[in-house]
């Protein structure tokens, strides 16, 4: 999965013995007829998101020969009574698992099932990943949110708590993105109604910043003042929505956040000033968001916070043969692992801060949640 992951990172960088390298043991090795469950959400951000943005840099057809592989072999999660896939699927045997889901797992599949559609003019990966992004869509609360589990076979909630966290967070990234790159009026109209309801009840303004922490989805009262790591996605989602505004009172917070201990921890207690999750897996949301605010408003603070969020990486993170998530951002002790994520989205999002705007250019594509740039106009791959 990491070369995978990371390849059009490689590209974009201008790496190209490297990328070369990684695309031969991908066109040559990689092989998904295996025996095993894999986590859907998770396979379709970084694999088929880093096969088609590949594809689309390098037209080596096997990349999309590939992401059509495993597009197939998938299309099993989402036979359930509601639409909304399972979990889990093996990619072998077809066999599904895992009814307990949450919004992000089953409503971010639409940008890359889309594109593959798009891309081999097979409709049904199109239609399927829609259907599971509107029976959500449609299981929202009277005031417009939604909570943070669900049954995929009863259709029912099994957590109310609503908010832009983990769990919630690429649902909104999602329906706003399929609007810009599909230009689907139903996404679009289903983003417009769920901004709104987030602006009502989860943004919370305090004297120390613009935040967004948790509510009850029926009744809209407040449940807790977490903001964390993952949750920093959401200044780039209004930049790109057009709300720059909030957009870059929500980063100025984020930043407020990172700066705390050195290192932004998984969350905080923005109420309190206390970290309440406090381990670092190196992850890149809030150099999404400057990367999109520097874009968006030349303004060199966001080079500022690049700059801070570089230094803070290798003088805590670099190790002798990579980078190292953090157990605890108070000690800065290290932990055994580097999602590959570090490579799809950390390291490029960083890298396009400062890189010139040629690199890529910024209004043909829409990135994926996992970092992967998917072009706005699709040529079908010729046989
Ligand atoms: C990534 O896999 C994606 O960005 C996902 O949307 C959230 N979690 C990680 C990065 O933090």
């Known amino acids: 999965m990491t070369p ?176 810009i790159l599909f230009h689907d009026k139903d996404c679009e109209h289903m983003w417009t109604q769920s901004a709104r309801a987030i602006n009502k009840y989860l943004a919370d303004q305090r004297p120390n910043g613009l935040w967004y922490g948790q509510a009850n989805m029926e009744t809209g009262k407040r449940v807790s003042t977490y903001y964390g790591a993952l949750d920093a996605f959401y200044p780039a989602v209004l930049a790109l929505s057009g709300d720059r505004k909030r957009a870059a009172q929500l980063e100025d917070s984020s930043y407020l956040m990172w700066n705390f201990a050195g290192v932004e921890p998984d969350s905080f207690d923005y109420a309190k000033m206390q970290i309440a999750s406090a381990a670092y897996p190196l992850r890149p949301e809030i150099i999404e968001s400057a990367y999109y605010l520097y874009h968006y408003t030349h303004d060199p603070k966001y080079l500022t916070m690049g700059q801070t969020f570089f230094d803070s990486l290798v003088k805590y993170c670099r190790t002798d043969v990579g980078f190292a998530a953090l157990s605890d951002v108070r000690t800065k002790q290290k932990t055994d692992s580097m999602e590959s994520f570090f490579f799809a989205e950390t390291m490029k999002y960083l890298y396009l801060i400062f890189a010139p705007p040629s690199t890529l250019n910024f209004d043909s594509i829409v990135f994926n949640t996992e970092a992967h740039p998917l072009k706005r106009n699709f040529i079908t791959a010729s046989k």
Request: negative net charge; contains cysteine; glycine residues 10%.
């Open 4 to 179: 995978v992951d990371g390849l059009d990172t490689m590209i974009l960088m201008g790496l190209q013995p490297q990328a070369d390298e990684a695309r031969k043991l991908i066109d040559e090795k990689l092989d998904f007829d295996q025996d095993m469950y894999v986590k859907d959400f998770e396979i379709t951000i970084r694999m088929m998101g880093g096969l088609m943005s590949s594809y689309e840099l390098t037209g080596d057809k096997r990349l999309l020969e590939l992401a059509d592989d495993l597009g197939r072999r998938m299309l099993p999660m989402f036979n359930s009574p509601t639409g909304m896939p399972y979990e889990y699927v093996n990619l072998h045997t077809g066999a599904v698992r895992g009814a307990e889901s949450n919004p992000a797992e089953v409503g971010s599949l639409l940008l890359e099932y889309g594109t593959l559609a798009k891309l081999t003019g097979k409709q049904m990966y199109y239609d399927k990943a829609k259907r599971a992004l509107v029976e959500m869509y449609k299981r929202q609360s009277k005031i417009g949110l939604v909570g943070i589990g669900i049954n995929v076979e009863t259709g029912k909630w099994t957590d109310q708590t609503a908010g832009i966290m983990g769990g919630i967070d690429s649902y909104y990234e999602y329906l706003l993105k399929c609007a």
